[in-house]
């Protein structure tokens, strides 16, 4: 809910993730697994709490992924000033440092494709209104393939598109005799939904095992 001259106006609520990625000792890995379960017990006693979860990148890294996701700006912000979030974060500081934050509305983008990977995940508050348990479950953890095969994906599907669209337009009368901006405005008007919506999700999916396959790793 916005107001807007002096009038209430609805807002589209979209949950939003937050991802944090911190920098933890590895000596000091089961103190920061208790520290990490007490930020997500404390996370779940808020109003518009939708769950929480971390991981890390193997045994004896000092890279820890933190995710919780909220109903809306909101409950999400509430969290995140609260009195309690600020005690849990100064009770870690001496073994975790934050490296990066993102935070995530449900576009995640064409390329963001999943791979599996073991979560401890908290639940929301469950409609009895007892916490669900803490478990190990398989949730994605999203990656992006290289910038090189992403451009390669993009011209696939721009090609044929440009190529095919270009020489329908060029049937409507005059359309070669109009000013070049104008015949480019209206060519992108019509090529960008096009692959937005239709041509790259279909690539993307046709050629996700192909992005997302590992690089052979360098000979010696």
Not at 17 to 31: C, G, K, L, M, N
Not at 57 to 83: I, K
Not at 179 to 186: F, G, H, Q
């Amino acid at each position: 809910m916005t107001v807007h001259n002096g009038h209430m106006l609805e807002t589209e609520a979209r949950p939003i993730t937050v991802a944090i990625e911190r920098r933890i000792d590895p000596s000091r890995s089961v103190e920061a697994t208790s520290w990490m379960q007490a930020g997500t017990d404390l996370a779940a006693h808020f109003d518009g709490f939708l769950g929480s979860g971390w991981v890390r990148t193997g045994e004896q890294s000092d890279l820890w992924y933190m995710l919780y996701r909220f109903r809306d700006l909101d409950t999400l912000e509430a969290w995140e000033r609260s009195d309690q979030r600020g005690w849990w974060l100064d009770s870690g500081r001496v073994f975790a440092h934050e490296v990066r934050i993102e935070r995530r509305t449900g576009i995640e983008g064409w390329f963001d494709a999943p791979f599996a990977a073991t979560v401890e995940t908290l639940s929301a508050v469950e409609a009895d209104g007892a916490r669900a348990a803490t478990s190990p479950v398989i949730e994605p953890v999203l990656v992006a393939p290289p910038a090189w095969k992403q451009a390669v994906a993009i011209w696939l599907g721009f090609f044929p598109v440009n190529l095919v669209g270009t020489a329908l337009l060029l049937m409507v009368p005059t359309f070669a005799d109009w000013a070049l901006p104008l015949r480019v405005c209206v060519s992108t008007l019509i090529f960008t939904p096009i692959m937005v919506f239709w041509v790259l999700p279909w690539v993307t999916k046709t050629l996700r095992p192909w992005l997302l396959r590992a690089p052979r790793p360098r000979r010696r």
